[in-house]
């Protein structure tokens, strides 16, 4: 009788653990499926740095000394680093959440593309709410501003307004969630517009 209870609970036991795992690879798929409805977009560009400069300091004309230095060393040098985090909203507009456990992307910079990336930290994202992904990317811009000329370096210090926003900085991400061991990528790199209001 003993063996007969045993044999019954590890059955059992089976059973609900096929069941939480079925139930959790549908899970995951109809997160894969709400992903697919979220819309992305670029809010802002924060704290940005040329050779360690801020950009603000640069277009506002607050540049020290030594500031100064850094950026003609940069260029004489044709090493120009530049930091800075891509805000990217992620808005569900679905009744059911939506999850993204890894990121693609691809940035740049007056239409050249100049850094790629894999982000994968994880994200939910709640129903009808936006997300906020932040995407810390650090180049070098000297090769592009050697080709176009130093005028081309103010243009784009200059490009950012005070919301955070530059018209010469384009981003294309490409989402993917796993699903059971499988990562599951969108088909296509989506371009990224500023919305108003995002």
Do not use: H
Not at 75 to 100: C, E, F, I, L, R
Not at 127 to 142: A, H, I, M, N, S
């Amino acid at each position: 009788m003993k063996k007969i209870l045993l044999i019954a609970f590890i059955a059992g036991t089976f059973t609900l653990s096929s069941c939480d795992i079925i139930n959790d690879l549908a899970g995951q798929v109809q997160s894969v499926a709400n992903l697919r409805n979220c819309e992305f977009s670029m809010k802002n560009v924060s704290n940005v740095t040329i050779a360690d400069v801020n950009v603000k300091d640069l277009t506002q004309g607050k540049l020290s000394a030594t500031d100064i230095v850094k950026l003609v060393a940069a260029y004489q040098s044709k090493k120009v680093p530049m930091a800075m985090n891509v805000n990217m909203g992620v808005k569900n507009p679905t009744q059911q959440k939506a999850s993204m456990t890894a990121l693609d992307w691809i940035l740049a910079i007056d239409g050249t593309d100049i850094a790629n990336g894999v982000s994968k930290k994880s994200y939910t994202i709640n129903p009808k709410k936006t997300t906020t992904v932040p995407l810390p990317v650090k180049t070098d811009l000297g090769e592009l501003f050697s080709k176009k000329g130093v005028e081309a370096l103010k243009n784009f210090a200059s490009s950012f307004t005070s919301d955070g926003t530059s018209s010469k900085v384009g981003l294309r991400v490409k989402p993917s969630l796993s699903v059971g061991s499988t990562q599951v990528p969108f088909p296509n790199y989506i371009k990224l517009e500023k919305k108003t209001g995002a």
